[in-house]
């Protein structure tokens, strides 16, 4: 079975310009997430998404957005970037996303901003 | 103070010792943890994952919870050098779709 799928692997970006991310998770997964990591902060939670519809967000500003599509595939969007942006961005999709179904991360999409 | 703390380490071992990593948690709702090895440029592995209190042994690993101190551990018997790597704790509650990481603690086994 193919893992969760991330695109791009890298971007550079310049201040003020937005960003789209793609996610393809594994097979028969119907829930993904988006985290956030650098290395103060570690993981922090984005959003997630079960049947195209967001259950939960996190502390981010509305800049960062996403999408769920029919297939589960996602979309994450971060508008005006800003230095801060910089990080590596984890998709991870689970069978459900409640109860006794763990996450399975993709390798993410290190986004520089400059 | 986090909800969950992690000492991030760099614990260095020798090959063949055990390795006990730890994570603390202030949330007693947590239900679900879950540990995690990432290796340099890729995402989170998933290694473990227990609900509730107990013991889980998978190989070499083995995942410990006791909710009453609220104190999570794993086990790494027998480690190897390819067990150089990042290891996250993660937990969540029962009815979220949050999961709350631990910022990791770096290991290194050295030959």
């Known amino acids: 079975k193919a893992g969760v799928t991330q695109t791009p692997r890298y971007l550079i970006k310049t201040r003020g310009q937005q960003v789209t991310l793609s996610c393809s998770p594994i097979?028969?997964?119907?829930?993904v997430s988006w985290y956030q990591q650098t290395p103060g902060q570690g993981l922090q939670f984005l959003f997630e998404?079960?049947?195209?519809?967001?259950?939960n967000k996190g502390n981010f500003p509305g800049r960062f957005s996403g999408r769920q599509f029919s297939n589960s595939r996602s979309e994450m969007n971060v508008s005006t970037l800003e230095l801060g942006d910089s990080a590596l961005y984890l998709c991870?999709?689970?069978?459900?996303?409640?109860?006794?179904?763990?996450?399975?991360f993709g390798n993410g999409t290190r986004l520089t901003v400059t | 103070q986090k909800e969950v703390e992690q000492d991030p380490g760099p614990l260095s071992v020798p090959e063949g010792a055990i390795v006990s990593l730890n994570c603390t948690y202030s949330?007693?709702?947590?239900?679900?943890f879950m540990w995690y090895r990432q290796y340099s440029r890729k995402g989170p592995e998933l290694l473990m994952y227990?609900?509730?209190?107990g013991n889980k042994e998978d190989g070499r690993f083995t995942a410990q919870v006791d909710k009453s101190s609220k104190y999570i551990s794993l086990f790494i018997r027998d480690s190897q050098p390819s067990d150089s790597a990042t290891y996250l704790c993660?937990?969540?509650?029962?009815?979220?779709?949050?999961?709350?990481f631990g910022t990791g603690t770096r290991l290194k086994v050295l030959a």
């Open positions: 227990t609900y509730s209190s």
């Open positions: 993660a937990m969540k509650e029962t009815g979220t779709y949050k999961y709350i």
């Open positions: 998404y079960f049947s195209e519809t967001q259950r």
């Open positions: 097979s028969g997964h119907r829930s």
């Open positions: 991870a999709s689970s069978l459900d996303g409640d109860r006794v179904s763990p996450l399975h």
């Open positions: 949330n007693s709702a947590f239900q679900y």
